[in-house]
């Protein structure tokens, strides 16, 4: 089991600050406004040659009239179950609070170690306020500025000391999957359904998962690091800054990705939007898997009704329809391993190495049954061809007149590609190159 390191506490004490810089990534959203963090995520972290995990939890709250407050509170539970060790943050400039005492008392009835993280101590003056804190019953108290970085060497001293070695395989060498679509389309559901728990918050609210959240699986023979993103939507209806820059973790989030599993909502078919986005996964070379969700919501269904909304999806994806596409409903549990099936074989295929004398045998002899078109007179031969290394299905063809060898041609040899060697759901680059 991995080392986890917790970090709780009321709404906007800087705990998405804190991990941030323990991460050195800036995955959490980081708001002046309480409330902002709603779900778990997970970030890896190392220090004196220990690695863990961090958690970054929602602000604990106690009636309040924030429409998600019961999740929230249920997300931080869960994160206290799954630590080692809790860093409980607290506000160094404000003093204990009665939020705080209502913290505290969760967590004193944890067997869990605690330490009191007490922030904003960005100067000598504050110094002293660190010792109000040891009210709160716990024997370990640490000031910090997570925002400048000062005593945060300190705490990962304290924090990593009693954690256990771990040897476990890098979460760069898992296969990143990143669950993306339109807002509301039971990205987190299906996550939630792969897991077996309630692992993100969902509500019929869209824009409910406002960070991308990062989870290892292992589970059904299958090994991803799963990403659950928040709903992208239309410029145009992007108001909140929150919002704003969850579209920004989403993008960077299939720009981070190895395969997407792009949800599209069946009472809906394909809209702008969705092709939108799987353009963008497209554009940044990820493997992809189309799942259309809420099956059981179409009315009138008949014998071939998934054909032929197949047929419709395939052609709105042209040129790259050939893409594995999957009919799912997550309440019901159908079909949600066949996700995961497809998001095995894509990946497989996005990492396919052809030799280059196999290439050649069989391209050959193909190109010259149908070779390119002649451009002003010159004949154009296409003689030899060979795998790229790249982390994508990529060629180069070497002809005498590269120039002239025009994208409808080269969409022929990525279709002959494709029809000989299996790179469904892989995106596939093709250069001409001059012999």
């Known amino acids: ?12 004490v800087g705990k998405s600050t804190l991990f941030n810089r323990l991460t050195q990534e ?31 939890t929602g ?93 945060t060497g300190e705490l990962l001293d304290a924090a990593v000391k009693d954690l256990h070695d771990v040897k476990e395989k890098e979460t760069s060498e898992l296969t990143r999957l990143a669950v993306v679509g339109r807002p509301n389309v039971g990205k ?24 991308t959240i990062h989870t290892p699986f292992k589970k059904f023979g299958y090994e991803f690091l799963l990403v659950d993103t928040a709903g992208i939507r239309k410029k145009r209806k992007v108001r909140e800054d929150i919002e704003f820059f969850s579209v920004l973790r989403s993008i960077r989030a299939i720009e981070a990705s190895d395969v997407c599993v792009l949800m599209i909502d069946a009472t809906r078919g394909v809209e702008a939007q969705d092709l939108s986005i799987f353009n963008l996964i497209v554009k940044n070379k990820k493997g992809v898997v189309v799942v259309v969700n809420k099956w059981d919501l179409v009315q009138d269904k008949e014998t071939n009704t998934h054909l032929e909304m197949e047929r419709q999806i395939r052609e709105k994806l042209a040129p790259f329809n050939d893409v594995p596409i999957v009919f799912t409903s997550v309440p019901k ?40 078109p002649r451009v002003r007179g010159y004949e154009i031969k296409i003689k030899y061809v060979t795998q790229i290394k790249t982390h994508y299905p990529t060629f180069a063809f070497f002809a005498n007149f590269p120039q002239y060898v025009k994208e409808p041609y080269k969409r022929f040899l990525e279709n002959q590609l494709r029809k000989q060697f299996d790179f469904t759901g892989a995106p596939v680059q093709i250069y001409i190159r001059e012999k």
């Open 333 to 372: 549990k159908q079909r949600i391993l066949k996700v995961l099936e497809w998001a095995k074989t894509v990946n497989e295929n996005r990492m396919r190495k052809i030799s280059t004398s196999k290439l050649n045998d069989i391209l050959l002899p193909l190109i010259q049954k149908t070779p390119p």
């Open 26 to 56: 800036r995955k959490a959203i980081v708001e002046e406004s309480s409330g902002v963090t709603r779900d778990r995520h997970y970030g890896k972290s190392d220090w004196n040659g220990k690695d863990f995990w961090v958690i970054d």
């Open 188 to 211: 987190s559901s299906i996550i939630n359904a792969f897991l077996g728990e309630e692992r993100n918050i969902v509500t019929p609210v869209s824009g409910t998962t406002r960070d």
């Open 1 to 12: 089991m991995s080392n986890i390191v917790a970090i709780v506490g009321r709404p906007n």
């Open 59 to 151: 602000g604990y709250v106690v009636g309040s009239e924030d429409v998600f407050e019961e999740a929230i509170r249920e997300q931080v539970m869960l994160a206290l179950d799954e630590a080692d060790i809790i860093l409980f943050m607290v506000d160094g400039e404000q003093g204990i609070t009665a939020m705080d005492e209502a913290v505290a008392n969760v967590l004193r009835r944890t067997k869990k170690r605690v330490l009191v993280v007490v922030n904003k101590i960005d100067n000598s003056l504050r110094t002293n306020n660190i010792y109000e804190f040891y009210a709160l019953g716990f024997e370990e108290v640490i000031g910090v500025s997570a925002m400048n970085g000062s005593g």
